[in-house]
Structure formats: C-alpha cells, structure tokens
C-alpha cells in the first residue's frame, strides 16, 4: 500500500510536469506567433510610410492582435479603432438573414413591397419611379447577393463631392439612394452578379421598413442586433470619431484627414461600421467556425457564392450574400477555388481613409481581421497573404502560400 501510494503520487508529479511542459510549449508557440504577426504588419507599415495597421489572428486557442506604424503622430495601439467600410456589408447580411429566418421579411419578395413607404415619405416616389421600371420583379434576395444589377451610386464624382462637403453637409442614406438612381443600369435583376454597394444601402432601407415608415428614422435602426457577440459601432450622423480613435488619410481627397466630418459619407448599412479588429475576427469566428449566429440551412445561403461578371472584382472574387470568396496569392489571384491554401471566404472594405480584410481561412479553422488607416495601396492581396504565411509558417513548420511579388504601397 505505501509504494501504491508511492508511484500513485510520482505518477501525479509526472502529469503534473508534462501538463506543465506542454502548457509551456503552447505558450512559446504562442509567442512565436505573436512575433511572427508583428513582423508582418511591422514590414507592411514600413513597406507603406509608416501607415498605421492593427490585425488580429483567431483560432481554437484564442486570439492574437497586434498593431504598428502611425497616422499622423499617434502610434497605433491594439486597443484602437477602425472604419471597416464594406466589412459592414457581412453584418448588415447577417441581419437581413436574421429577419428571413424570424419570418419578419420573405427574400422572394419584391424590393417595393418593404421600401415604397419609406420612398414615399421621403422622396414622394415608388422604388420602381426612383430607380425606372428595371427595378419591378427585383427581390430582396437579388439586392442581399449581388444579382440586383441596381446602379452603383460608388462612383469618383459622387466620392469626390460627400468628401468636399463632408464639413457641413451630412449625407442620408436617401440622398445616397437618389444619386445612385442617376446612374446608368447594369443588367436585369437576377442576370448578372455586379458589386454595388447600393444594394446595401436599400437593404438599409428594408431593415427599417421592419420597424419604422419614415426614412428620417434612419439613425435608430439598430444594427448591434446581429453582434451578440462582438461589440463594434455603426455610425449615423455624429462625428466619426465619437467610436473612431485614430484618424486615416484618403487618396480621393489628396491626403484628407478622415476623423471627425459628420458620418452619412460613409454609406450606413453598406459601410458604416468601426470597430477593433478583435471584434470583427470574433464575430467572423462566431459566424464561420463556431457557427453559433445562423443555424446551417441560412448560414448555406450565405455562402453560395457566384462568380462577379461585371465590373469590379470580374474574374477575381464570388459573392454570396454579404460574403465572397477570394485567391489572395498574387500569381493564382484570378482563380478563387475554395479549398485551396490562399482562398478565404470574408469581406474586404475600403473606405474614405480606411481599407480592411476579414473572413475565415478554411484549412487553419481560423478568422483574421486587418485595418490600415489608409485607402493608398492594394492590401487585400498582401497583408492577408501575408499573414496566412506566418501562421502557416509557425503552425505548419513551412509556409503554403505564395505571396511574391510583394506589392508595395504608395
């Protein structure tokens, strides 16, 4: 019995050294990790001017965040903030999906049957008297995945005049929709998949035709519905830089400072969304691996992408709803194959003085989020590739993408 309790308590001793030693090699391999993130955005902030980057990586063992450069004198930290931009749109999906699943709103139904009150109130017109009769038989559905062909109100000159009037006139989402209905008509709803970022204003409009008919109550629609677990903010009319921590500098305005204009010029529901980089690679996480915002049969529509065949990210990307897929590896950038190391599933953003890159890399089950205080320069297809490297590069032991040539930001 005493040497029973003898090896009993040696055995113990031994559990407790090898929990120990492996605890310690997590650990290690944790900060090998860290360091491997930090030299990516170090390089790509350099590689840029200097231009501030947080980025943040997550698997089963938690999350990494890390940060670099600066805009203006304020070093960027991991605890500051960023305009996500078109990241908004997976969010916005999310909601729309939601009310799908809840039975408060049918995707087959016609665009009209939500927001021709809303359009009446406000504009004194009918969806199909503001945007010419294209817009009859377009659904709900067609404007969630990119099938809507609706005008792209995303266009130089329109950027140029809500950045030059951003000071003293804040734009609304109704301003925003009657620009977009002067613009020219790219196919018949449901006969091509065109990138628009229109479609995600009117989606706007339907989520508030859910609980308000006047477009003027535009700001208290509540879009932290679809974030239980995450907390970023959605900016209406106020400043940016109520949530906004650190400022960001546009091309389209040579050098802009993007910090504290009235927020409306952001695009609402298409792009109005800051945040830390933490929040949207949790929520990514929370939508794509742990899959615990929409159950699977909703969660599938999201995800059936289509290859875009007109206009901007032709050849390049899939949209599904509120998510595409896309090949970061520069030499196989125009075959997005899901399956194959370098293609991610997510949502990209660019914004006035703000670019990020989100979603989910299959092969590793894990999420990552980057933004960069700076719409100068390609990121999408650097910084993520880049980042799949040096995970792969610790986690694998060799690196499973490409990423050469570098591109480098001016």
Same mark, same amino acid.
């Given at each position: ?151 792209? @109100? ?226 999408? @297809? ?29």
């Amino acid at each position: 019995q005493c040497c029973f309790s003898l090896r009993f308590r040696l055995a113990g001793s031994m559990a407790r050294a090898v929990a120990a030693a492996v605890a310690l090699a997590a650990a290690a391999g944790r900060l090998e990790l860290r360091l491997a993130l930090q030299g990516v955005v170090d390089l790509q902030s350099k590689l840029g001017g200097g231009v501030a980057i947080q980025a943040t990586y997550q698997d089963a063992e938690g999350q990494i965040t890390v940060a670099a450069g600066k805009s203006g004198n304020q070093s960027a930290t991991t605890e500051d903030t960023f305009l996500f931009g078109s990241a908004t749109k997976t969010f916005t999906a999310t909601a729309i999906m939601r009310a799908y699943k809840a039975g408060k709103l049918d995707l087959n139904a016609t665009v009209s049957t939500y927001v021709d009150p809303l359009l009446m109130k406000g504009a004194n017109q009918t969806f199909v008297e503001m945007y010419g009769p294209n817009a009859t038989n377009m659904t709900v559905w067609h404007l969630v995945s990119m099938q809507s062909g609706i005008p792209d @109100f995303d266009v130089p000159t329109f950027d140029t005049l809500m950045l030059t009037t951003a000071k003293t006139h804040s734009w609304t989402p109704l301003e925003i929709l009657q620009y977009g209905a002067k613009q020219p008509w790219i196919c018949m709803p449901g006969e091509c998949v065109y990138y628009s970022s229109t479609n995600f204003v009117m989606l706007g409009m339907v989520l508030l035709s859910l609980q308000s008919g006047d477009p003027a109550d535009w700001e208290q629609l509540d879009q932290h519905i679809v974030t239980p677990h995450s907390s970023p903010e959605y900016l209406d009319e106020e400043p940016a830089n109520k949530y906004l921590t650190i400022p960001g500098y546009s091309k389209d305005g040579n050098g802009t400072v993007i910090f504290d204009q009235p927020s409306g010029m952001h695009g609402w529901t298409c792009g109005n969304m800051v945040a830390n980089t933490r929040d949207v690679a949790q929520y990514m996480y929370a939508l794509l691996v742990e899959r615990s915002i929409l159950d699977e049969e909703t969660l599938r529509l999201m995800t059936d992408t289509r290859p875009i065949s007109i206009g901007w990210g032709t050849g390049t990307l899939e949209y599904g709803a509120g998510l595409f897929i896309q090949q970061v590896q520069p030499a196989k950038i125009t075959t997005p194959v899901m399956g194959e190391w370098g293609t991610t599933l997510g949502h990209g953003g660019d914004t006035f003085g703000f670019v990020s890159d989100q979603g989910w890399i299959p092969q590793l089950n894990a999420t990552w989020s980057y933004a960069g205080a700076s719409d100068t320069g390609h990121w999408s @297809f650097t910084l993520t590739c880049n980042i799949i490297s040096a995970v792969t590069k610790v986690v694998l032991g060799n690196s499973t993408v490409d990423c050469t040539p570098r591109e480098i930001l001016v």
